[in-house]
């Protein structure tokens, strides 16, 4: 009997031992990832299982000083909003960067590079597209001294009234961005020049300029927002997909900036197809 007894012991352990190394040959089957040439890693003890949401899955962060606030192309100017000067090198010399589809009125006219870009490529579409050469790039980025010359010239020569409506009080110029362009015309036939309205075939830039990342910053429907009378000549650079956006819903920078206000990193996320 006790001789019946060890062999069932025995048998016993053999049973255990055989279920209890299957169980382990099973986990380690279950912990890791199937290579091509069928070998399984073994589990890592330090491996930690992290979920995240599938908004953070799609999204780095990034850390950025006080200074940035004031840079970028979607930065608020306005009456309200002073612009906040800093170093700016990312200005480039229009004359020596334009293309041959439009004219720059003097040499020493600045925008930053990517402005310069888009403009160009505007500029060659319309030419393409009505034979026109007749864009002449007015201004450009301005210094703190240069607009309030202009400030003060318009003071005297159209009074107060006029002043606000057509021209920024020095420091809250859009042209201190380096991200605005007033546009003219010139006719190379008489050598005489106009004012740039944005009708006729002209209307064609002012439709497609948020293609190209561009905007009519200042429009009539939206002064009460802007408090800058309609300036068809004035294009600011905002960049893609914004611009498209904004025209898709009819926003003034100022309703756009208040309109990304609702999309944070923990809520919902602006998307653009």
């Known amino acids: 009997k006790s001789r019946r007894f060890s062999i069932l012991t025995f048998i016993l352990f053999l049973l255990l031992l055989t279920v209890t190394a299957a169980a382990a040959l099973f986990a380690s089957g279950c912990s890791g990832t199937e290579h091509a040439d069928g070998i399984v890693p073994p589990a890592r003890e330090d491996a930690v299982f992290n979920p995240i949401s599938s908004n953070e899955a799609a999204y780095d962060s990034s850390s950025f000083s006080i200074q940035d606030i004031s840079r970028g192309n979607l930065i608020l100017i306005n009456s309200d909003y002073a612009y906040t000067f800093q170093d700016n090198g990312s200005l480039t010399n229009v004359f020596n960067n334009q293309t041959h589809s439009y004219s720059v009125r003097s040499k020493d006219i600045e925008l930053n590079a990517e402005v310069i870009d888009a403009l160009n490529s505007l500029m060659d579409d319309f030419q393409a597209r009505s034979g026109l050469d007749t864009i002449n790039l007015v201004s450009g980025y301005r210094s703190y001294e240069l607009q309030q010359q202009l400030y003060d010239e318009s003071l005297e020569q159209n009074g107060l009234e006029h002043t606000r409506l057509y021209v920024a009080s020095p420091?809250?110029?859009?042209?201190?961005?380096?991200?605005?362009?007033?546009?003219?015309?010139?006719?190379?036939?008489?050598?005489?020049?106009?004012?740039?309205?944005?009708?006729?075939?002209?209307?064609?830039?002012?439709?497609?300029?948020?293609?190209?990342?561009?905007i009519q910053r200042y429009?009539?429907?939206k002064t009460d927002l802007t408090n800058v009378a309609s300036e068809p000549w004035h294009l600011r650079y905002v960049g893609l997909p914004h611009s498209l956006i904004m025209k898709e819903n009819d926003f003034c920078l100022e309703e756009y900036i208040e309109y990304l206000r609702n999309f944070t990193y923990e809520g919902e996320r602006l998307n653009y197809e």
């Open 171 to 214: 420091g809250h110029s859009e042209h201190h961005s380096g991200l605005a362009a007033d546009l003219g015309l010139i006719f190379f036939s008489d050598g005489s020049s106009a004012e740039f309205d944005g009708t006729g075939e002209y209307a064609w830039i002012i439709d497609n300029a948020p293609y190209y990342g561009l």
């Open 219 to 221: 429009t009539e429907a």
